[in-house]
């Protein structure tokens, strides 16, 4: 009993990972080769005599230091397996969020049918903690589902009298907003400029929504690499908001909580114009004519 009871051999937290319907002797062995018990035999045999064998759940463990057999049986019975986390930045679009999925080693895909990428802005960007072994479609659901309840926990305590009328309308105009800023305190700025325009019956021409349309959403680095074009303005897609009235038709990215709370509460502005200041925000202006100065005071930022 005392080297039940003994400290464990190593001295230092180790982590060790126990094979799906790993008998008891392969569970012995692994924890011998990890330096967690001294000796493979006493474990095992340990084990025979309380009836653990059976009892012990597959998984990827931090045993902790100095462990006692008892200790370490305690924490496979519970199945204390290690949580880690995986951390999904805001503003991706669907396809970018399935390719770092993809890169994640600790999850596993066991039918190629779950390669199908979600629909546009149905994902919560956030940190979500994860074990090996996690299906992917499992963790997508997880996300889908967030957003869901995120969207309608939100949309539920909304500012009233905005121009969106839907929880869908509130998805896809915060996509646009989340790609137009990183600023955390422009958002409800430049969420009441796009609530103004729309309004007014204004196109909303966002130059986010005119990549989107060129690319999809595909690829890591969504982007151009380069300027806009003049005829990339003038080309009609669904989502070029220089071409359509109102709202695209889905999202052109997946939000966070706080671009969907910024396009829910607007600030209270009459801007209808806003421009890159040079410096990481924007300018904002009611008039076009001072708009037009803003963007004059822009270029000469660029030369």
């Given at each position: 009993?005392?080297?039940?009871?003994?400290?464990?051999?190593?001295?230092?937290?180790a982590?060790?990972?126990?094979?799906?319907?790993?008998?008891?002797?392969?569970?012995?062995?692994?924890?011998?080769?990890?330096?967690?018990?001294?000796?493979?035999?006493?474990?095992?045999?340990?084990?025979?005599?309380?009836?653990?064998?059976?009892?012990?759940?597959?998984?990827?463990?931090?045993?902790?230091?100095?462990?006692?057999?008892?200790?370490?049986?305690?924490?496979?019975?519970?199945?204390?397996?290690?949580?880690?986390?995986?951390?999904?930045?805001?503003?991706?679009?669907?396809?970018?969020?399935?390719q770092?999925?993809?890169?994640?080693?600790?999850?596993?895909?066991?039918?190629?049918?779950?390669?199908?990428?979600?629909?546009?802005?149905?994902?919560?960007?956030?940190?979500?903690?994860?074990?090996?072994?996690?299906?992917?479609?499992?963790?997508?659901?997880?996300?889908?589902?967030?957003?869901?309840?995120?969207?309608?926990?939100?949309?539920?305590?909304?500012?009233?009298?905005?121009?969106?009328?839907?929880?869908?309308?509130?998805?896809?105009?915060?996509?646009?907003?989340?790609?137009?800023?990183?600023?955390?305190?422009?958002?409800?700025?430049?969420?009441?400029?796009?609530?103004?325009?729309?309004r007014?019956?204004m196109?909303?021409?966002?130059?986010?929504?005119?990549?989107?349309?060129?690319?999809?959403?595909?690829?890591?680095?969504?982007?151009?690499?380069?300027?806009?074009?003049?005829?990339?303005?003038?080309?009609?897609?669904?989502?070029?908001?220089?071409?359509?009235d109102?709202?695209?038709?889905?999202?052109?990215?997946?939000?966070?909580?706080?671009?969907?709370?910024?396009?829910l509460?607007?600030?209270?502005?009459?801007?209808?114009?806003f421009?890159?200041?040079?410096?990481?925000?924007?300018?904002?202006?009611?008039?076009?004519?001072?708009?037009?100065?803003?963007?004059?005071?822009?270029?000469?930022?660029?030369?």
């Amino acid at each position: 009993m005392s080297l039940y009871y003994g400290a464990g051999a190593n001295n230092g937290v180790a982590r060790v990972i126990i094979p799906d319907g790993a008998s008891l002797s392969l569970v012995g062995r692994v924890l011998k080769r990890a330096g967690i018990v001294h000796k493979a035999p006493l474990f095992i045999g340990a084990g025979r005599v309380f009836g653990y064998g059976t009892r012990i759940r597959a998984g990827e463990y931090d045993i902790p230091a100095f462990a006692t057999m008892a200790d370490v049986f305690i924490i496979l019975r519970k199945g204390e397996v290690v949580h880690h986390p995986l951390t999904i930045a805001e503003g991706l679009t669907s396809a970018q969020i399935m390719q770092v999925l993809s890169q994640n080693e600790l999850l596993v895909v066991p039918d190629e049918s779950e390669n199908a990428i979600p629909a546009e802005g149905s994902l919560l960007p956030e940190t979500y903690y994860i074990t090996r072994g996690t299906l992917r479609g499992q963790l997508v659901e997880r996300m889908q589902k967030a957003q869901a309840q995120t969207l309608a926990t939100l949309w539920a305590g909304r500012q009233k009298d905005l121009p969106i009328k839907s929880p869908y309308e509130a998805l896809i105009l915060a996509s646009i907003i989340e790609k137009e800023t990183g600023q955390v305190r422009e958002r409800n700025h430049i969420a009441a400029v796009f609530h103004n325009r729309l309004r007014r019956n204004m196109r909303l021409q966002s130059d986010p929504t005119i990549i989107y349309g060129l690319t999809a959403g595909r690829g890591l680095e969504i982007g151009l690499g380069r300027p806009i074009l003049r005829r990339e303005i003038e080309k009609h897609t669904p989502y070029n908001t220089y071409r359509i009235d109102g709202l695209p038709p889905t999202p052109i990215a997946n939000v966070g909580r706080a671009a969907l709370l910024a396009t829910l509460h607007p600030s209270s502005s009459r801007a209808l114009y806003f421009v890159a200041d040079g410096a990481g925000g924007h300018r904002f202006a009611q008039t076009l004519a001072e708009h037009n100065a803003n963007v004059r005071a822009y270029r000469k930022t660029q030369q």
